[in-house]
């Protein structure tokens, strides 16, 4: 039977091993012997929240990687630099955030690279974590493309703040690539459940560290 790739559509907490092989190529986790953890923050820079991720990582010394939209990047340039002053590494996460699957190959290529022109990173997040396998061949020849080994979920409006932070601290462990948001929608669940994440590793160990683009 075949398995469709919009299967990779389902958002799961933590992707199962059998959705990570259906798109080869892509990081998913940073195998590591070591306590590290990798924040990741999609769609941003956004004014007010964007600031208050940075001071609450500051807070533990957490060095994080932010996905930007090239839109975004533009309107605030102010806090692109922030972001990278503050020793964070951006990433691109298209120009228009778009979704691969209701985009024409090269119109998601372009829009890509376009955002590439104000976002200067290897690093790679398709929105919603979809790319068509023909994009990801194209993209994978001048990007790395990351994923995710545990997702908040903390956009999802329906989901109590207390059930976010759960979702990180059950499933996130040495290596682990964990995806927030810097978006108004995720803001009352980020709120609740970073500094709690930061806290918890922080006891226990941990140092959080950006993404390699190598």
């Known amino acids: 039977m075949h398995i469709s790739t919009k299967l990779c559509l389902l958002y799961f907490v933590k992707p199962a091993e059998w959705m990570r092989k259906l798109l080869p190529g892509m990081v998913w986790k940073i195998p590591s012997g070591e306590k590290v ?3 990741t923050f999609d769609d941003g820079p956004v004014p007010g929240l964007t600031e208050w991720i940075l001071e609450e990582l500051e807070k533990f010394g957490a060095k994080a990687t932010f996905f930007c939209v090239g839109e975004n990047i533009v309107k605030y340039p ?3 630099v922030k972001i ?3 020793g964070h590494h951006t990433g691109n996460h298209t120009y228009s955030h778009l979704n691969s699957f209701r985009s024409g190959i090269r119109h998601y290529v372009r829009d890509t690279d376009r955002a590439a022109g104000v976002i200067d990173s290897r690093l790679l997040r ?3 974590g979809r790319i068509r396998p023909r994009a990801a061949r194209i993209l994978k020849s001048r990007y790395k ?8 979920m903390d956009y999802d409006r329906d989901l109590k703040p207390e ?3 759960n979702n990180v601290l059950k499933n996130a462990g040495p290596g682990s690539i964990v995806c927030f948001h ?3 929608k995720a803001r009352e669940n980020l709120e609740y459940a970073l500094p709690r994440v930061l806290n918890q590793y922080a006891k226990a160990g941990y140092r959080f560290l950006p993404l ?3």
């Open 182 to 184: 810097d978006n108004l």
């Open 212 to 214: 390699d683009e190598n």
């Open 145 to 152: 493309i990351i994923l995710w080994d545990v997702l908040s």
């Open 126 to 128: 398709p929105p919603h």
């Open 84 to 86: 990278e002053a503050a």
């Open 78 to 80: 102010e806090l692109r």
């Open 163 to 165: 059930a976010v932070l």
């Open 37 to 39: 953890l990798y924040l």
